[in-house]
Structure formats: structure tokens, C-alpha cells
């Protein structure tokens, strides 16, 4: 049984420092159950490497993302494409194109309803200076688009670049949102590949970031197919693939299979990172050579530290942006290693008392333009995961 905890926090946006979390009951057609868990306090349990979760964040992971000076220009060439789903290589994995700065910073979240809680973790996001946003879709359960759009600029205001992929609570009122992102983009320079998104698919190059969007109806061949095309000829050194909807084997919740795993594979082999919401919250998988199976990277199996290039990545869900949170059902126990096949690298859930927040990536670290780092920070200012990436 899934359980939601709705935290109603004090419409503190940019200073964020919450005292307790008042349990909230009530209805999400996305499969949310009835109920509730009392928590808000500090993130425990399920810390990579074994430790306890719920490090309190004085000084974030560099948190401001300030440029460190270093060298510049593209790292080296990497390997050539896998095997990928559905025929030839994805492309050679990103050669040489690198972010158009050092510590770039991008913050990622879906799931968020339009109220104080998604306020507040849009306020993370400013707080820690993230470059741009990724919205993992679902972003308002009224279908109310305007409310979304009226609370996200009270914090980041209209010209703040974020972009979004679609999700399930957003497929009947789609046209609205396409139309703020695109307009975002136009402000922020870019041209997406196709200025139509109705058909819930597009891909932008963005400081460098080469960003792959596809809509949740991945079991046709559509979007696998997309996604091959769209890298196929890209050389940036990072690739990010953004959807809404997961596979069962995807998520440690209770859904079900939604996607296909022609979008996993696809965006796999072509060395990209996989950014997906719709379950309601925090979690990771180690390094995967074989999404369908959950396959870890032996040569690369530190769940602190994951490796990116062709044939190899992982995946990220990142739902906790403010609607409700929800309970861990697959892979126990609820504590590292966890179960399954020990695919999980990190799971922030209900049951190691997770609150809102987000996933941030700050790319081209250590003037090393190969390099990354990310962390999950919430809105108790707790900085619950931290890991390493490294870029073939």
C-alpha cells in the first residue's frame, strides 16, 4: 500500500528552514493511497555505503555554484556507440562538446502540485544557485496550468529558463505548459528541434547539455526511436534524457509497467543520463550495462560513484517536488544494500522519512569537463545524497 504525506511547510521560499510537517489526507488519481505517515524530521537511513542517512547541510555540495577558474575546452574522445535497442550503436556516446561553463548546475523535479510545498522547492533550486531547471512532468493535479505557472514565477519569475516533459496529470491540458516552455526557450536562446510539442517529443541543446524530452506513451517504438535519432549524430559530452513515467523494475513504489524499455535501453546506450518522476520519491540506481535486467557495472559498481559513456548509465527518479510522498515497496529492506539486485545506489521514500526537494547535477567539476557531481538536497536544508559521476 502506497502511503502520502502532504507537508505543509511555512511559505518561506528562499530562506528554508522547517520546523515539523503536519500530516495532510487526500485523494491522487495518479494511485496515491489514502493516509498518512507523520515525519519531517531528519532524512535517515538508506545512505550509500551504509551509513545513516540525513547529513544536516551546512555547506551544501557546492552549494552557490560558484565557477572555479581551470582549464576549458572538450575532454577527450570516448568509445564508440553499444548495442542499444532496436539496431545499431546510439551514437558514440558524446566525443567532445562540453558545458559552456564550469559547475554548471542543473536542478531536477517532478510531481509537484502548485502550492507552498512546490514553492518551497523551487526554493531550494535558487538557493543553491541551480544554472537552469528540468521538470519531470506532473507538475499541477487540478489541471490548472495558470496556478502552476503564477506560483513558479512568484519564486523563480517569467524568465527563469526551466523546461519540462509531460506528465500523465498534464496530457489533457498539455498545450498551456508547451506553450510557457517554449516561450522560455525563445528567451533563453534556444531552438528546439521541432517548435511543435504536441506530439509530447522534443530536444534542445542547452550551455552545452545536449537534452532529450519524450512524452509518457513510451511502450510504442516512437520515443525509443526518437531518442536513437537524436543522438545518433550528437557529440556533446553530456546527454540527459527526461520522461515522466517509469518501468516497475525503475522505481521502488508501486507502479507499473509504463514506458517500454526501448527508452532505457536507447538513452543507455548512447551514454545518457535517465531523469524520470511520476513515483513520489527519491532514487537511484548504481551503474547499469542492461536496464531490462538491472545489470550492475562491475568495473564500475561504487554506488557513490557512477560511470557514464556508451552501453552504461543510470537512472534517476526524482518525484518528491511537493504533491506527496510515498512508501518504498520493492527492493527491501529499506536500508543499504537494499534488495532486488542490489541495483539501487540510493532510495529516499517514506519509509527513511523523506520531505520535498531535488536532485541537482553540477556538471564540468574540478576543471575537468568529464566529470560531475550531484546531490539530493530537501527542504529541511539536508543534503541526503551525494555521488560522483565520471564520463567515458
Given at each position: ?14 530562506a ?29 537511513g ?15 555540495s ?24 532496436g ?11 562540453p ?14 502540485s502548485?502550492?507552498?510545498?512546490f ?51 498534464d ?19 534556444i ?48 546527454r ?16 507499473g ?12 546506450d ?38 557514464v ?31 532486488c ?32 557531481k ?5 527542504v ?13
Amino acid at each position: 500500500m502506497q502511503r502520502r504525506i502532504d507537508y505543509l511547510v511555512p511559505a518561506v521560499v528562499l530562506a528554508i528552514g522547517l520546523g515539523g510537517a503536519a500530516v495532510s489526507c487526500g485523494s491522487d488519481d495518479d494511485g496515491g493511497g489514502s493516509g498518512g505517515q507523520s515525519s519531517g524530521g531528519a532524512a535517515s537511513g538508506g545512505a550509500a555505503g551504509g551509513g545513516s542517512g540525513g547529513t544536516s547541510a551546512g555547506g551544501s555540495s557546492g552549494a552557490g555554484g560558484a565557477a572555479s577558474g581551470g582549464a576549458s575546452g572538450a575532454g577527450g574522445a570516448s568509445g564508440g556507440g553499444g548495442t542499444g535497442v532496436g539496431g545499431a550503436g546510439t551514437g558514440g556516446g558524446g566525443a567532445g562538446i562540453p558545458p559552456d561553463k564550469q559547475n554548471l548546475r542543473v536542478a531536477f523535479f517532478g510531481d509537484t502540485s502548485s502550492g507552498t510545498n512546490f514553492k518551497n522547492v523551487l526554493g531550494v533550486a535558487m538557493a543553491d544557485k541551480a544554472d537552469f531547471i528540468l521538470g519531470g512532468g506532473d507538475y499541477d493535479y487540478s489541471y490548472n496550468p495558470s496556478a502552476w505557472l503564477t506560483a513558479m514565477n512568484s519564486v523563480v519569475g517569467a524568465d527563469y529558463p526551466i523546461f519540462g516533459a509531460v506528465g500523465n496529470h498534464d496530457h489533457t491540458t498539455w498545450e498551456p505548459y508547451a506553450t510557457e516552455y517554449k516561450s522560455r526557450m525563445q528567451k533563453a536562446g534556444i531552438a528546439p528541434d521541432d517548435p511543435d510539442f504536441t506530439d509530447e517529443k522534443f530536444s534542445i541543446v542547452y550551455r552545452g547539455i545536449k537534452i532529450v524530452f519524450v512524452g509518457q506513451n513510451g511502450k510504442n517504438t516512437e520515443f525509443a526511436d526518437y531518442i536513437k535519432a537524436q543522438f545518433a549524430t550528437d557529440d556533446h559530452i553530456w546527454r540527459l534524457c527526461v520522461w515522466h513515467k517509469n518501468q516497475q523494475a525503475m522505481q521502488v513504489g508501486g507502479k507499473g509497467n509504463e514506458m517500454g524499455w526501448g527508452v532505457y535501453e536507447n538513452c543507455r546506450d548512447a551514454g545518457a543520463i535517465i531523469l524520470t518522476a511520476h513515483e513520489h520519491s527519491y532514487h537511484r540506481t548504481r551503474t547499469l550495462t542492461d536496464m531490462t535486467n538491472q545489470v550492475v557495472d562491475s568495473t564500475c559498481s561504487d554506488p557513490k560513484k557512477v560511470c557514464v559513456g556508451p552501453g552504461r548509465t543510470f537512472a534517476v527518479v526524482s518525484g518528491l517536488g511537493g504533491n506527496s510522498v510515498r512508501d518504498q515497496e520493492r527492493c527491501l529492506p529499506s536500508t543499504f544494500p537494499y534488495g532486488c539486485k542490489q541495483e539501487w545506489g540510493f532510495i529516499y521514500t517514506s519509509n527513511q522519512n523523506a520531505t520535498y526537494g531535488t536532485v541537482f547535477i553540477d556538471f564540468y567539476v574540478n576543471g575537468d569537463p568529464k566529470q560531475a557531481k550531484a546531490y539530493f538536497k530537501n527542504v529541511q536544508n539536508q543534503i541526503v545524497d551525494e555521488f560522483d559521476i565520471t564520463k567515458d
